[in-house]
Nanobody, 119 residues
Framework: QVQLVESGGGLVQAGGSLGLSCVAS????????MGWYRQAPGKQRELVAD???????NYADSVKGRFTISRDLAKNTVYLQMNNLKPEDTAVYYC?????????????WGQGTLVTVSS
């Protein structure tokens, strides 16, 4: 069964840190880009950060300097280290895995993990 499984969410006070991880299992293709998105109540899902196989990264302006994305290609795992968290970071965080362009495989999404930052 192909799936992305996130872990590491929880409740933290403003200024604190959390680390998220996402493992892709049962995947039959070489994952191109892996990344993290988030969706706060009443808002659209937005990109937080992603990373290509060549380690090129892309961050939302709101998290630059506070969040760090990393990948373990051999383990099909992506991580998100979140520091200096703010209440506005509260959201459900989703992992996403993109197949190679033109491969015909579908994009994969995890089930989401809740991050709550209290003020």
């Amino acid at each position: 069964q192909v799936q992305l499984v996130e872990s590491g969410g929880g409740l933290v006070q403003a200024g604190g840190s959390l680390g998220l991880s996402c493992v892709a299992s049962g995947v039959k293709f070489s994952i191109a880009t892996m990344g993290w998105y988030r969706q706060a109540p009443g808002k659209q899902r937005e990109l937080v950060a992603d990373m290509t196989r060549s380690a090129r990264t892309n961050y939302a302006d709101s998290v630059k300097g506070r969040f760090t994305i990393s990948r373990d290609l051999a383990k099909n795992t992506v991580y998100l280290q979140m520091n200096n968290l703010k209440p506005e970071d509260t959201a459900v965080y989703y992992c996403k895995a993109d197949p190679p362009y033109g491969s015909g495989y579908r994009v994969l999404w995890g089930q989401g993990t809740l991050v709550t930052v209290s003020s």
